[in-house]
């Protein structure tokens, strides 16, 4: 079940593992199986990454990250094909994805023996690439009258949906907040017009989803099994460098 109108579909790098995520879903349609469970399989297929990481096993590492991304595709499919979204899975799914991708960087710190100052400063820069793409992507479902869980400004906790604990949104909604309103705001002052704009063009959308987490873990999963790993950290802090070409792009079309 796609998140957009047919005719404003676009190639999204980041969601290579869409079609075996809907197969999962759909294999789990019809059993008690639920959403946040999926989320919870991929924070531990992301964490047993993580370990083979530390141990060098960079082929298997590569495989659970790849993993982690469908797993990560698959709790918002099950999500759709059994109509409960939540705002406690959408931030869930969310706050387990920062604090993942923190120890993915602080690991391959490790690893690599660069300078942990440099290993923050690209974790910052991962972390903005990434909100580029979802503030832009997020934008083109509202206007296409998408799915409504995620809000183009993340101001104020929403009020629960349907079976879902009040509670449980107020507290993961807080953790989102403190996890990604730096990075939202940055985002916003720099392009805070792209909502009133134009419906933003396939082909522009397609060279964002570079910034798509799924995409990032790929790369991530390549560089390591390449032997590139020293290289993670020094290519995602140059390809911040294109925050700012996919702005101007959005501002002139």
């Known amino acids: 079940m796609s998140k957009l109108p047919q ?6 790098l980041s969601d290579y593992g869409r079609p075996i995520a809907r197969l999962i879903a759909g294999s789990l349609k019809n059993t008690s199986v639920t959403p946040v469970q999926v989320t919870i399989w991929f924070v531990i297929s ?13 082929w298997l590492a590569g495989f659970f990250l ?3 991304s469908i797993l990560d595709a698959a709790d918002g499919e099950l999500a759709r094909i059994k109509e409960t979204p939540s705002y406690t ?5 969310s706050v387990s994805d920062i604090i993942l991708n923190f120890i993915i960087f602080m690991v ?3 690893i690599t023996e660069i300078s942990i100052w440099w290993a923050l400063l690209a974790f910052f820069c991962y972390q903005l690439q990434g909100t580029l793409y979802n503030y832009y992507y997020v934008i ?14 993340e101001e104020g906790t929403p009020t629960a949906l349907g079976t879902e604990s009040q509670k449980a949104v107020n507290v993961l909604f807080t953790l989102y907040t403190l996890c990604y309103s730096v990075y939202d705001k940055i985002i916003y002052q720099l392009d805070r017009n792209a909502a009133e704009g134009k419906i933003i063009p396939n082909w522009l959308m397609t060279a964002v989803s570079t910034f798509g987490l799924g995409f990032q873990l ?5 560089f390591l099994i390449v032997g590139w790993k020293a290289y993670i950290i020094p290519f995602f802090i140059g ?3 294109m925050i700012f070409i996919f702005i101007g792009l959005r501002k002139v079309v």
Do not use: E, P
């Open 7 to 12: 005719a404003h579909q676009f190639l999204d």
């Open 46 to 58: 992301g964490l047993i990454s993580i370990a083979c990481m530390v141990q060098g096993f960079y």
């Open 66 to 68: 790849v993993l982690k």
């Open 89 to 93: 899975g959408r931030y869930l799914d």
């Open 108 to 110: 391959i710190w490790y």
């Open 140 to 153: 083109l479902r509202s206007k296409l009258n998408g799915d409504t869980t995620s809000r183009i400004i």
């Open 218 to 222: 790929l790369l991530i999963s390549v």
């Open 239 to 241: 390809y911040s460098v």
